[in-house]
């Protein structure tokens, strides 16, 4: 199975500060990576599919990169509501393994 | 609007059994893959299983295989996940979510429904 890495593992910032995250795949994946943002007590939502397509509705401050076996989702000015945690996942192969998630915090 | 609602949810016993169900609407059911993904107590998601639109492949992951059953409805709009042999391990939120197809992603999620394995 490819293993998927999230770094950090949790992370404090301040609203309008630029924010990356970053996972990293244990084999070449392409470019087929998603970002998923999960609030407490919440479903997950996507925010990206395929790297770096925005999913409909989510604001233009995320954007993401990478391919191959090194991504980032990048927040450029935080928002309160973005304080959330982050999940990466693979697709592409079975199971469809996630990322063990990045706590975005309040500083 | 997609919509996508999980029941069947409960407090079962080491070696029960259980089905959950989950009620979707708002696309067209029968176009898409379907996958239900699910997130223990602090801890984070893991991919159950997939189904694609007309049955004809199933997907497990490791962990669950040769004990839950995958299965859809498309006449029904309805997906389920029966679950066998269930232990504490399985105990989770258990997510049903619209895709999950070889280079797809999970664009849309239910609210999920809580499973308790426990004597």
């Known amino acids: 199975d490819i293993q998927m890495t999230q770094s950090p593992s949790s992370l404090s910032a301040s609203v309008g500060d630029r924010v990356t995250i970053t996972c990293r795949a244990s084999?070449?994946?392409?470019?087929?990576l998603n970002w998923y943002q999960q609030k407490p007590g919440k479903a997950p939502k996507l925010l990206i599919y395929a790297t770096s397509s925005l999913q409909s509705g989510v604001p233009s401050r995320f954007s993401g990169s990478g391919s191959g076996t090194d991504f980032t989702l990048t927040i450029s000015s935080l928002q309160p509501e973005d304080f959330a945690t982050y999940y990466c996942?693979?697709?592409?192969?079975?199971?469809?393994?996630f990322g063990q998630g990045t706590k975005l915090e309040i500083k | 609007e997609v919509k996508l609602v999980e029941s069947g949810g409960g407090l079962v016993q080491p070696g029960g059994s259980l089905r959950l169900s989950c009620a979707a609407s708002?696309?067209?059911?029968?176009?898409?893959?379907m996958s239900w993904v699910r997130q223990g107590p602090g801890k984070g998601l893991e991919f159950v299983a997939n189904?694609?639109?007309?049955?004809?492949?199933?997907y497990y992951v490791d962990s669950v295989k040769g004990r839950f059953t995958i299965s859809r409805d498309n006449a029904e709009n309805s997906l389920y996940l029966q679950m066998n042999s269930l232990r504490a391990e399985d105990t989770a939120v258990y997510y049903c979510?619209?895709?999950?197809?070889?280079?797809?992603?999970?664009?849309?999620w239910g609210q999920g429904t809580l499973v308790t394995v426990s004597s």
């Open positions: 979510a619209m895709g999950g197809a070889s280079h797809g992603q999970f664009a849309y």
């Open positions: 189904i694609k639109q007309d049955g004809s492949e199933k």
């Open positions: 084999q070449s994946i392409s470019r087929y």
């Open positions: 708002g696309f067209t059911f029968s176009g898409f893959w």
């Open positions: 996942q693979e697709s592409y192969s079975t199971p469809r393994t």
